[in-house]
């Protein structure tokens, strides 16, 4: 695991490179979700506002997950 560190400049930078590269590659959706909530996390631990969109993002990545998971489930 990375060290993230407390100043929310630092961490927004984290937050836009893993934003560019679940652009670059959509199928590493899935795999960013756990870095996004620690970025987020550390985000607002460091007294910086979090952005309703990216709050939205991981929730929408959890979600992904979740409905990837009864995807694959046998019937």
Do not use: C, Y
Not at 21 to 27: G, V
Not at 59 to 64: A, S, T
Request: proline fraction near 9%; charge should be negative; avoid cysteine.
């Amino acid at each position: 695991m990375q060290h993230i560190s407390s100043d929310p400049t630092e961490i927004r930078a984290e937050i836009d490179d893993l934003l560019a590269l679940i652009a670059r590659s959509p199928t590493r959706r899935p795999a960013a979700q756990p870095r996004l909530h620690r970025l987020l996390t550390a985000l607002k631990a460091a007294g910086a506002p979090v952005p309703l969109d990216l709050l939205a993002l991981d929730q929408k990545l959890v979600d992904e997950a979740v409905e990837d998971m009864f995807d694959n489930l046998p019937v």
